[in-house]
C-alpha cells in the first residue's frame, strides 16, 4: 500500500518492495508522527486550508489509531512502506477520503525530519534523566567510601587517593556528558515542519503556529537544511559515544579491582554470573558487557557518519539509514546506564585492601622529595635522592617511612624528624584534598 504511483506503468518489484520498506524499524516513530500530524491539521484548519469540520475529523481519527495502538488493539504491520504510510491508509479507512487531506501541504520529508527530531529529543531528555540517576548514586557511593588507596598512573601505583576521589573523578565526566546533551538538544531544537520536499508550500501556512504547537523554539531556517540535517543525530551519537568511553573506563576499572590481584571491590550476584566448568569463578559479566557494547555505540556513530558524508542537498533515501543506528546507540546507552547504576549501588567496597595496598607502592615518594625541596633543595636533585632511597627499600624489602631517621640522612643530611609526619599518608592526602576543593 503506498502514497504514490500515479506516474509509474509497471508494478514495483517485490524484492524492491521488502528493500525499501522501513516499518519495521520506523514504527516506533508512531506517537511522534501522530503528533505531528494533528499539529499539522490544526495548522491547516488555522489557515483556513482545511475546514474546520475536517480537521476535527482528521484529529478524531488520528487519535483514536493512537489509542487502538495503545491498547494493542492495533498492530502496526502489513504491506506498508513506512509509518507515514500506514498512518495515513489506517486513517482514511477510518474516517473516508476526508483522511486523504491530511498530507496537504506537507512532504514525507518533512514529515519524517519531524517526527525523528521529536522522538531524539525525547529520548536525549531521557538519557539526561537517567544520568541524573548516576550521578546520585555515584555520589553517595564516594560519601560513604572515602577509605585510602592507591592512586595510578600508566598502571602503576602513584600517589595515595582516596575511594571518593576516584569515584567522583566519574562523576565530573558524567556531568559534562549531561551538558553535552542539554547543549545538543538546544542547538537541535528547531522545527522542519513546513519545509515540505525542499522548498516549502505554495499554501499560505503557519510554521510558528506548528512550532509553538510541537514545542520547538523556533523554525528551522533554510528549507533544504531542514530536510536533509542529521547533524543533531551525529551530535545525539557523539554524546552517546563519549558517556559509553567513559562508562568502559568505569567498567575497566572494575573489572581489575575484582580481580584477586587487586581485591579492591566485590560485584553482587546480581550483576556477576559463574562458569559451566570452573566452579571457584566469579565473572564481572555486566561491566564486561557494558565495556563491550562501547564499540557498539561507536558503530552507530560510525554508520551514520559514513552515509552522511557524500549526500548532495536536499532529501536522499540514503538518510532512511539514520534510524537504526540511532534506536539502537540509545537502547544501548540506557540500558547501560540502568545497569551501571544498580551495579554501583550494590558494590562492596573492601577498605582494608585498599588501605593496605598503599602500603606497597612508595606511594609518599612525591611528598618525601616535597620535603627536601620544602627545606631549600633544588626539586630536581631532591627527586633524584628520593629515586635512590626508594631503590634501596625495594632491595632490603621496607617502605620509606619505616626507615630510622639515620638511615635517611645518609642519602641528605636536611632529613630531620619531621619528615614522618610529612610523609604521612592520611597528612599527605589532606594536604593535597584541601588543594582539590
Same mark, same amino acid.
Given at each position: 500500500?503506498?502514497?504514490?504511483?500515479?506516474?509509474?506503468?509497471?508494478?514495483?518489484?517485490?524484492?524492491?518492495?521488502?528493500?525499501?520498506?522501513?516499518?519495521?524499524?520506523?514504527?516506533?516513530?508512531?506517537?511522534?508522527?501522530?503528533?505531528?500530524?494533528?499539529?499539522?491539521?490544526?495548522?491547516?484548519?488555522?489557515?483556513?486550508?482545511?475546514?474546520?469540520?475536517?480537521?476535527?475529523?482528521?484529529? $478524531?481519527?488520528?487519535?483514536?489509531?493512537?489509542?487502538?495502538?495503545?491498547?494493542? /488493539?492495533?498492530?502496526?504491520?502489513?504491506? @506498508?512502506?513506512?509509518?507515514?504510510?500506514?498512518?495515513?491508509?489506517?486513517?482514511? /479507512?477510518?474516517?473516508?477520503?476526508?483522511?486523504?487531506?491530511?498530507?496537504?501541504?506537507? #512532504?514525507?520529508?518533512?514529515?519524517?525530519?519531524?517526527?525523528?527530531?521529536? @522522538?531524539?529529543?525525547?529520548?536525549?531528555?531521557?538519557?539526561?534523566?537517567?544520568?541524573?540517576?548516576?550521578?546520585?548514586?555515584?555520589?553517595?557511593?564516594?560519601?560513604?567510601?572515602?577509605?585510602?588507596?592507591?592512586?595510578?598512573?600508566?598502571?602503576?601505583?602513584?600517589?595515595?587517593?582516596? !575511594?571518593?576521589?576516584?569515584?567522583?573523578? @566519574?562523576?565530573?565526566?558524567?556531568?559534562?556528558?549531561?551538558?553535552?546533551?542539554?547543549?545538543?538538544?538546544?542547538?537541535?531544537?528547531? $522545527?522542519?515542519?513546513?519545509?515540505?520536499?525542499?522548498?516549502?508550500?505554495?499554501?499560505?501556512?503557519?510554521?510558528?503556529?506548528?512550532?509553538?504547537?510541537?514545542?520547538?523554539?523556533?523554525?528551522?531556517?533554510?528549507?533544504?537544511?531542514?530536510?536533509?540535517?542529521?547533524?543533531?543525530?551525529?551530535?545525539?551519537?557523539?554524546? !552517546?559515544?563519549?558517556?559509553?568511553?567513559?562508562?568502559?573506563?568505569?567498567?575497566?576499572?572494575?573489572?581489575?579491582?575484582?580481580?584477586?590481584?587487586?581485591?579492591?571491590?566485590?560485584? #553482587?550476584?546480581?550483576?556477576?554470573?559463574?562458569?559451566?566448568?570452573?566452579?571457584?569463578?566469579?565473572?564481572?559479566?555486566?561491566?564486561?558487557?557494558?565495556?563491550?557494547?562501547?564499540?557498539?555505540? @561507536?558503530?552507530?556513530?560510525?554508520?551514520?557518519?559514513?552515509?552522511? /558524508?557524500?549526500?548532495?542537498?536536499?532529501?536522499?533515501?540514503?538518510?532512511?539509514?539514520?534510524?537504526?543506528?540511532? !534506536?539502537?546507540?540509545?537502547?544501548?546507552?540506557?540500558?547501560?546506564?540502568?545497569?551501571?547504576?544498580?551495579?554501583?549501588?550494590?558494590?562492596?567496597?573492601?577498605?582494608? $585492601?585498599?588501605?593496605?595496598?598503599?602500603?606497597?607502592?612508595?606511594?609518599?615518594?612525591?611528598?618525601?622529595?616535597?620535603?627536601?625541596?620544602?627545606?631549600?633543595?633544588?626539586?630536581?636533585?631532591?627527586?633524584?635522592?628520593?629515586?635512590?632511597?626508594?631503590?634501596?627499600?625495594?632491595?632490603?624489602?621496607?617502605?620509606?617511612?619505616?626507615?630510622?631517621?639515620?638511615?635517611?640522612?645518609? !642519602?641528605?643530611?636536611?632529613?630531620?624528624?619531621?619528615?614522618?609526619?610529612?610523609?604521612?599518608?592520611?597528612?599527605?592526602?589532606?594536604?593535597?584534598?584541601?588543594?582539590?576543593?
Amino acid at each position: 500500500m503506498k502514497l504514490w504511483g500515479g506516474r509509474f506503468i509497471e508494478k514495483e518489484s517485490r524484492l524492491m518492495e521488502d528493500f525499501n520498506s522501513s516499518l519495521s524499524f520506523d514504527k516506533r516513530l508512531c506517537y511522534e508522527d501522530i503528533m505531528g500530524s494533528i499539529a499539522h491539521v490544526k495548522m491547516l484548519a488555522k489557515c483556513s486550508i482545511l475546514t474546520k469540520e475536517e480537521s476535527v475529523t482528521i484529529v $478524531n481519527g488520528l487519535n483514536s489509531i493512537l489509542l487502538d495502538i495503545q491498547e494493542g /488493539k492495533l498492530k502496526i504491520e502489513g504491506d @506498508y512502506e513506512d509509518i507515514h504510510s500506514f498512518m495515513e491508509i489506517q486513517l482514511t /479507512k477510518l474516517v473516508g477520503d476526508v483522511g486523504k487531506k491530511l498530507h496537504t501541504a506537507r #512532504s514525507r520529508n518533512d514529515q519524517v525530519a519531524v517526527d525523528m527530531r521529536l @522522538y531524539s529529543k525525547h529520548k536525549a531528555a531521557e538519557v539526561i534523566d537517567n544520568l541524573d540517576v548516576i550521578l546520585c548514586t555515584i555520589e553517595k557511593v564516594g560519601t560513604f567510601n572515602a577509605v585510602i588507596m592507591p592512586g595510578y598512573t600508566h598502571m602503576q601505583r602513584a600517589q595515595v587517593v582516596t !575511594f571518593k576521589q576516584h569515584i567522583m573523578a @566519574y562523576y565530573s565526566m558524567l556531568r559534562r556528558d549531561k551538558k553535552r546533551l542539554i547543549s545538543a538538544i538546544e542547538i537541535m531544537d528547531e $522545527n522542519p515542519l513546513g519545509c515540505c520536499a525542499l522548498a516549502g508550500t505554495t499554501y499560505d501556512t503557519d510554521r510558528s503556529f506548528t512550532t509553538s504547537e510541537l514545542g520547538f523554539k523556533k523554525p528551522v531556517d533554510n528549507f533544504m537544511d531542514g530536510v536533509s540535517d542529521r547533524d543533531y543525530l551525529l551530535e545525539l551519537l557523539s554524546s !552517546f559515544s563519549i558517556i559509553m568511553m567513559h562508562f568502559s573506563r568505569l567498567s575497566e576499572e572494575l573489572v581489575l579491582w575484582s580481580t584477586k590481584e587487586f581485591d579492591f571491590i566485590e560485584i #553482587s550476584d546480581e550483576f556477576s554470573t559463574g562458569s559451566s566448568i570452573m566452579p571457584q569463578k566469579r565473572n564481572p559479566d555486566a561491566a564486561e558487557l557494558i565495556r563491550g557494547k562501547t564499540g557498539r555505540v @561507536y558503530g552507530d556513530l560510525m554508520s551514520l557518519l559514513t552515509t552522511m /558524508k557524500g549526500i548532495p542537498l536536499a532529501y536522499n533515501k540514503d538518510m532512511q539509514e539514520d534510524k537504526e543506528p540511532f !534506536f539502537d546507540a540509545v537502547d544501548t546507552v540506557l540500558k547501560c546506564i540502568k545497569v551501571m547504576n544498580k551495579m554501583l549501588s550494590s558494590l562492596k567496597i573492601k577498605s582494608h $585492601n585498599m588501605h593496605s595496598a598503599v602500603k606497597r607502592g612508595f606511594l609518599n615518594a612525591t611528598e618525601a622529595a616535597d620535603y627536601l625541596a620544602c627545606k631549600g633543595m633544588a626539586f630536581r636533585d631532591a627527586h633524584g635522592v628520593i629515586g635512590s632511597i626508594v631503590l634501596h627499600c625495594e632491595q632490603v624489602h621496607t617502605a620509606i617511612e619505616d626507615l630510622n631517621l639515620e638511615e635517611l640522612k645518609s !642519602f641528605s643530611e636536611l632529613f630531620n624528624g619531621d619528615v614522618y609526619e610529612f610523609i604521612d599518608y592520611e597528612n599527605t592526602l589532606s594536604r593535597g584534598i584541601k588543594k582539590e576543593m
